[in-house]
């Protein structure tokens, strides 16, 4: 996805006040990128000879080369700046006419320059108006950076009342840089009470940020605040690491402090650790990075990986990192001091098997922690059962009861997703955001795969538990019964529509006969009634003729009747059985173009009404299609008597298209079938003919 369709845009930036500031802010940006090119190419040569002559001092009579390590700092400090005026620039370039987007420009690019002018401020010799501007360069840094965790992602203050701390943020800044000495100065303050004061700050910057993301943000801006999230976890955690990888290292500041350490561990030992020092700094700034990457990433391409996998990776092993650093400087430095061991090597062999010993389970522990401050504690599997078995009791439908078993899995486990397909239904329902990484878990009922439940990782990669295994599996048997049941009620459901829909037809047939047919002819006959009476006198031959014309129209309604009644009812049925009523059928219908068979055993066992009926209506039908339409020169009707009652019609006539649908006969026929709990199909194609099988239990379902 390369970047926001211009509906998500509208949903995830608030404007600013006015379109008029988009120019001010793009302006803005331009001149800051301007200020600190200027100010780093004006300094950076004071900049080199100062960490040349810093680390010339540090390295005296030790052999190291202080111009190389000064000239690999300088170069490392020049790359974080410039690469988060690149990142700037892309989001400025990507996202010129929004608000946030520019804003978010800004900080990254004064961010980037805040540790390396820092230092310019402090140990160069910078005239006023230069010192001024690396002073401003450093307030918009830490100014802005705060104001992100506030704003970020669509501009607003939430609640409102937090402008009130971000404003007092800007405020507290300026006399540390601006008036330092000064009574306003809080960099004079006691430590502790900075410390506060820091915490305060950030930390209601972070609470603003975890109510945005649970009241006010919509899918996206989640998605991006999780981005955010990331960075400002990274710009928090960089600074800790990199003043404990200072403390536990050779203190280089303090005058012969590195060459009293290193007569006492060797050179060589000395040399790793200086070394060990570098990687840590390099290893920092690098860390660092990630916070313009990831609001770059959260304004640009928010869905490019999955966050929270990122986020937690970053939580586990970069807590490791530093606990394995730790414990290596404190076992080199403590053994090495404590003991007599003039053998480095041994030290250093000593420290690292303890890292290898320490460093899975550790790792191991980490992420189970880690596990459980993002995603919470598993629920108990027996705990579990118990409760899904409450909730499937109070559940009113099959779909409720599949919904609220989606639902268990996702709490219990405490995993972001979870889903039930139906194969043959094609229904489904999920819980939680959409996760690729997943296991399917085949649903079965009976050997017979009715779905597949998709459950996601708590982490990628991460293994679910034996206890959890035997759980997700005991919910799949759960949910194969359910499913079967939901197949029940639906297929029953659809018996029962079409049913009702037979049934109205039916009901309306009758109607049309008795309303269009059998009521006008009852009708006249009753009017022929009365012009014989007034005729039976006057003209007897009149009367005559009418009382004829009664006699046929009477004929023509018993018809009628007896028709209505065969179509409720065969006839044949009750007066001579369904073999002999279908085998007089047969030899009724036979002619010469058409050969009629009939194949069937010499007695049947008792049948119920509904199933003599529903085989009688077909065979006849069917026959009367076959004789009517399939213009084949043979015709053969079977049944069988089984488990089942096998009713087969086929003939080898022309047959049916491939688009052909069943008509309203045949469709009332089917329904019939289905009501008896039995089957119908047809195999029929072009030229070859048309077979029809029927089969009907023996035992009818009740009711």
Avoid at 227 to 249: H, I, K, S
Avoid at 478 to 490: I, M, S, Y
Avoid at 671 to 678: A, S
Wanted: glycine share 6%; charged share 15%; proline share 5%.
């Amino acid at each position: 996805m390369n970047g926001l369709s211009p509906q998500q845009l509208t949903q995830v930036y608030a404007p600013l006040p006015s379109a008029a500031w988009l120019r001010p802010l793009r302006f803005a940006w331009f001149l800051l990128v301007l200020l600190i090119g200027s100010l780093l190419l004006m300094e950076l040569p004071d900049y080199y000879r100062y960490l040349a002559g810093f680390y010339s001092a540090a390295f005296a009579d030790i052999g190291l080369n202080a111009q190389r390590y000064a000239l690999y700092l300088l170069l490392l400090d020049t790359a974080v700046i410039l690469l988060h005026m690149l990142l700037a620039g892309l989001i400025v370039w990507r996202r010129p006419a929004e608000g946030m987007a520019l804003l978010t420009a800004v900080a990254l690019t004064a961010n980037g320059a805040v540790i390396p002018f820092s230092v310019f401020s402090r140990s160069l010799a910078v005239d006023s108006v230069g010192l001024a501007l690396i002073r401003l360069v450093i307030y918009l840094g830490l100014v802005t950076s705060v104001w992100m965790l506030y704003l970020f992602p669509d501009g607003r203050f939430v609640p409102r009342w937090t402008k009130i701390t971000a404003v007092f943020w800007a405020f507290l800044i300026l006399p540390p840089l601006f008036l330092p000495g000064s009574v306003l100065d809080f960099g004079r303050w006691p430590g502790a009470l900075q410390l506060i004061v820091l915490i305060l700050w950030c930390g209601i910057g972070a609470w603003a940020q975890l109510n945005r993301y649970e009241h006010v943000s919509g899918p996206v801006q989640r998605q991006q605040a999780k981005w955010a999230a990331l960075g400002l976890l990274v710009a928090t955690t960089a600074p800790f690491t990199y003043y404990f990888l200072l403390f536990v290292a050779p203190i280089f500041a303090v005058p012969d402090v590195p060459n009293l350490f290193q007569q006492r561990v060797g050179t060589s030992l000395f040399t790793a650790l200086v070394n060990v020092r570098f990687a840590a700094i390099t290893f920092v700034r690098l860390l660092a990075l990630l916070f313009p990457f990831s609001f770059a990433i959260a304004i640009l391409r928010y869905r490019l990986w999955d966050i929270d996998l990122l986020i937690n990776r970053t939580l586990v092993y970069s807590t490791l990192t530093g606990l394995v650093i730790g414990l290596y400087m404190f076992v080199v430095g403590i053994f090495g001091v404590l003991l007599p061991v003039q053998n480095n090597l041994f030290l250093s062999v000593l420290a690292t098997g303890l890292i290898a010993a320490l460093f899975q389970p550790l790792r191991v522990r980490l992420q189970r922690r880690v596990n459980r401050f993002m995603y919470g504690e598993p629920q108990d599997p027996v705990t579990t059962l118990a409760q899904l078995g409450q909730r499937l009791e109070a559940a009113a439908v099959p779909q409720q009861t599949l919904n609220t078993l989606v639902a268990t899995i996702p709490e219990a486990l405490n995993v972001p997703y979870a889903a039930l397909h139906l194969t043959e239904l094609d229904i489904n329902w999920q819980h939680g955001a959409v996760s690729e990484a997943v296991i399917r878990l085949p649903v079965h009922y009976q050997n017979e795969a009715v779905g597949m439940l998709l459950v996601a990782h708590r982490v990628s990669g991460e293994r679910f538990t034996p206890a959890e295994e035997i759980l997700l599996q005991n919910l799949t048997h759960q949910a194969g019964t359910a499913v079967h049941v939901l197949k029940l009620t639906t297929d029953l459901q659809q018996v029962n529509a079409q049913l009702r829909q037979a049934q109205q037809a039916e009901r309306q047939r009758l109607r049309r006969d008795l309303h269009d047919g059998l009521g006008p002819a009852l009708a006249g006959l009753t009017l022929k009634v009365e012009a014989t009476r007034n005729y039976a006198e006057r003209n007897p031959e009149a009367a005559a003729k009418l009382l004829r014309e009664y006699k046929t129209q009477t004929a023509d309604i018993i018809r009628d009747i007896r028709r209505i009644v065969n179509d409720l009812q065969p006839a044949a049925l009750d007066q001579l059985g369904l073999l002999s009523a279908l085998g007089e059928f047969v030899s009724r219908n036979s002619n010469g173009r058409t050969q009629l068979l009939f194949e069937a055993p010499q007695t049947l066992p008792p049948l119920p009404a509904a199933v003599e009926v529903v085989v009688y209506r077909i065979a006849t039908e069917a026959i009367t299609n076959c004789l009517r339409h399939a213009d084949a020169t043979q015709c053969t009707l079977s049944l069988v008597s089984a488990v089942e009652l096998l009713l087969t019609i086929r003939d080898n006539g022309v047959g049916l298209s491939v688009d052909y649908q069943d008509g309203i006969g045949l469709s009332s026929m089917r329904q019939r079938v289905l009501e008896l709990g039995g089957t119908l199909q047809i195999e029929t194609a072009v030229g070859k003919g048309t077979n029809i099988f029927v089969a009907i239990p023996l035992q009818l379902p009740d009711g």
